[in-house]
């Protein structure tokens, strides 16, 4: 269950137990980053066949990271919601495009409100694969900043009014 797995990934992490949003929001991020892996088996099955096998669907979701341990950006960024939603923070996954290096096409990652402000959060970008360590170019950095320039927000996941809100 994503709900049970969620809380106890919001524990493990000691986001429940930090005591400002930046700390909490980073120590979901440093979690998902150490003990995910990016399925590149489901990204290539996704570009090549354009299908939606059970495979697929599953990194697509919070569960790939959560339960199965590996998903696509999309699956990275739900968990990061559903693990920052049990530790009190607000945040929401956002869906765009990028066009950098070998990374080109849909993605998704997450905003978190972190006193006042909406900050970018991209556990997937800051995933290096294997035993790596932990990068965090992509926590906690301004929508403006110019390592998101060649990142395009889609708007289908904001209402119109709310838009200057989360700095897009």
């Given at each position: ?112 409100q972190v006193d006042g402000e909406w900050l970018v959060v991209d556990a997937t970008w800051d995933d290096p694969g294997g035993d790596a ?36």
């Open positions: 269950e994503p709900s049970i797995a969620a809380e106890r990934a919001a524990s493990t992490s000691g986001a429940l137990s930090a005591t400002s949003d930046a700390d909490k929001a980073a120590r979901i991020h440093d979690f998902i980053v150490s003990t995910a892996e990016y399925d590149y088996a489901a990204y290539e099955t996704m570009g090549a066949e354009g299908t939606v096998t059970p495979r697929v669907q599953q990194s697509q979701e919070a569960y790939g990271i959560l339960v199965a341990g590996t998903a696509v950006c999309n699956g990275y960024a739900h968990a990061f919601q559903a693990i920052a939603q049990k530790a009190g923070l607000e945040t929401v996954v956002v869906n765009g495009t990028v066009s950098q290096g070998m990374t080109i096409g849909h993605h998704a990652w997450n905003q978190v360590g932990t990068r965090t170019d992509y926590l906690l950095i301004d929508p403006a900043s110019p390592l998101l320039e060649t990142r395009f927000t889609g708007y289908d996941w904001i209402v119109d009014f709310n838009r200057d809100n989360f700095g897009v």
